[in-house]
C-alpha cells in the first residue's frame, strides 16, 4: 500500500487530485474547492474568473505557434458524491480523504475517493500549470454542484467562455470517447402520516440492511446490485401482514444518485410475535442472500431489540407507504435498441426517509428518450398519488444528443490511433453528463467526453486505475497538439 499517491506520474496531474483529497468537497460544500482552483489560477498569473454561483473560469492564451487553433474549453466539476461504509467515522465536510495506491489502483480508505470529478479538475489545472505543453488558446471551466443539481452547469451565462471545442474529462473508461448522455429528472413524494401511541404489550426493533456495493445510479444501474430501499419494504410488507408489526420510521439512502446501500426500519410488533419476527428476518436474509450472492456477497440483514420509539406511524398510512414502495419500479426499464449494450431508460428509488410526521421519497429517472423519460414520470405519478402522497417532479436536464460528423470527435479518433494502434469505441452513456445543459447554453460548442477507468463511482468501493491516467494524460497532450484550427 502506497499512501503517497502525489508521486504517482504524471507527477503534476497527481500533485494537484492529492490536494484536491484534502479539501472536504461534498456537493453543494464545495467552497473551499473553489477557492483552491480560484488561487491557483491567479498564482499562475492566468485570468480567473469566478461566477455568482461559483464556476470557476481560467483562461490560458496559446503557446507560441498554436495561435491560430481553435479554442478548447477543458471541463470538470469540483464537488464529490459523499458516501462511506457506516463503521467509518468520517466527516465530508471537514476531514480529508485517505487515499492509497495499490496494485494499480488508487482507493480510499472506506469512503469514496472523488476521482469523480477530481482527476478531470486535476488534468485542467496540470495542462494550465504547464510551460511545456504545446496548444492553442485553452479556457478550463470548474463547475459546482454537478452531482446533486448540475447548478454550476444550468446557471453559466452565455457568452463568457470563447472556445469553439469542449472536452468534458468527467467519462470513466480509458479507450472511450463518449458523444452523448442521458437527461434525468427527480422524482418526489411525500406521505403525511398520524403518531400513534407505541402499544405497552409491543417490542421495539431495529432492523438494519447493510453491506450492499450501492455504486452510480446511472453507470451501475445495469449490474443488478441490491437497493436497500427495496429490499428493506420487501420485508417490512411480509411482517407487518403476516405478524402485525407497525412501523415508527425510516431511513434509507442518503443521495438521489446513488443505488442505496443501507437501509433502518424501526418497528413495534406485539410481544407474543417477536420469536416469529426475528425468525422471519433470518429466514429473509437467507432468501436475499440467495438471490444476489454473485452481486451482493456482503449482505447483511440484522434484527435488534431497541428502545421504545415515542410513536408509531398510523396504520393506514403505513400500508399506503409499503404498497408504494413494492410496486415502485426501479433499475433498468428499458434497454436502447439503437446502441447496444446502453441503457436507454433507468430509475434509481434512492431515497426513503422519515422527518417529523412525514416520510420523504426521492427516485432519479434517466433516459436517453424524453418520451420515455416522461413515461416513467407518468407511471411513478400514478403510483405515489393511488397511494395518497404529494408528488413533484424537478431538477429536470437534458441529454445529449450524439454528432457522429463532430471535428473533435475525429481528430480524437485519430491521434488515439497514432498513439495506440487501435480506434477507440464511442458511445454514449446513461449518466447525466453536464454536456447536454451547456451545449444548449453554448449551441456553437463542439463536444466530446473522456476520462481514465473510474470503477464503482459513487461508492465507498470508488477506485482509478493508475495506468489509465497515465494514458488519459498522453491521450489529452497529444490532443491539445492536434486541435484543428480555425
Known sequence: MNTNIANLEPESLWNYFHALTQIPRPSKK???????????????????????????????????????AKGVVLQAHLDMVPQKNSNKQHDFEKDPIEAYEENGWVKANGTTLGADNGIGVAAALAVLASKELKHGPVEALFTVDEESGMTGANHLKPGILKGDIMINMDSEDEGELYVGCAGGTDANAVFTFMEEEFPENYTALKISLTGLKGGHSGLDINLERGNANKLMFRLLKHIVANEGARLSSIEGGNLRNAIPREAFALIGVPAKNLNKVKQEVARFKKIFTNELKSVEPDLELKIEETKAPHFLMDEMTQDDLINAIQACPNGVIRMSTDMPGLVETSLNLAIVQTKNKEVHVK????????????????????????????????????????????????????????????TPEIKAIHAGLECGILGSTYPNWDMISFGPTINFPHSPDEMVNVESVRKFWEFLVATLENIPTK
Open 30 to 68: 464545495e467552497s473551499a474547492a473553489v477557492d483552491f482552483v480560484e488561487k491557483e489560477g491567479k498564482r499562475l498569473g492566468l485570468e480567473t474568473i469566478k461566477d455568482e454561483v461559483g464556476n470557476v473560469i481560467i483562461r490560458k492564451p496559446a503557446a507560441k505557434g498554436m495561435e491560430k
Open 363 to 422: 427516485a432519479l429517472i434517466r433516459s436517453s428518450v424524453d418520451t420515455a423519460k416522461e413515461d416513467v414520470e407518468s407511471t411513478l405519478e400514478s403510483i405515489f398519488l393511488l397511494a395518497g402522497a404529494q408528488v413533484w417532479f424537478d431538477g429536470q436536464y437534458p441529454g445529449w444528443k450524439p454528432n457522429m460528423d463532430s471535428e473533435i470527435l475525429k481528430t480524437m479518433q485519430t491521434v488515439y490511433k497514432n498513439k495506440w494502434g487501435k
